[in-house]
């Protein structure tokens, strides 16, 4: 079961915008309020890092190497979170995850690709 849904990566010029996406299809709307949502990323040959994370409070925290240029939002009535990515450089390219956490479990997404050219 797919409990959580990465969507709107793709390939972008450096310098271009992407908004990702990340839905929770199955969880139910009315009690969907994930103490953490998180986003990571993956680049070949590197470790997963969080870039974005944002609370239930919608306290966020940014990687320095994104500070500036992604903004982190979520939307529980839609069941969603999204990342807005500007000014994007080749280095931003990876596989993007969505990760929710809700106190008891940690849900992860199957991931999107983001490649920006240079």
């Known amino acids: 079961q797919a409990q959580v849904v990465e969507s709107g990566g793709g390939l972008v010029q450096e310098g271009g915008s992407l908004r990702l996406s990340c839905h929770a299809p199955r969880m139910i709307t009315s009690v969907f309020n994930p103490k953490t949502i998180n986003w990571y990323r993956q680049a070949p040959g590197k470790q997963r890092e969080l870039v974005a994370s944002?609370?239930?409070?919608?306290?966020?925290t940014y990687a320095d190497a994104v500070k500036g240029r992604f903004t982190i939002s979520r939307d529980n009535s839609r069941k969603k979170a999204y990342l807005e990515m500007s000014s994007l450089k080749p280095d931003d390219t990876a596989i993007y995850y969505c990760?929710?956490?809700?106190?008891?479990?940690?849900?992860w997404g199957q991931g999107t690709q983001v490649t920006v050219s240079s």
């Open positions: 944002i609370t239930s409070g919608r306290a966020t």
């Open positions: 990760n929710l956490n809700d106190r008891v479990t940690d849900y």
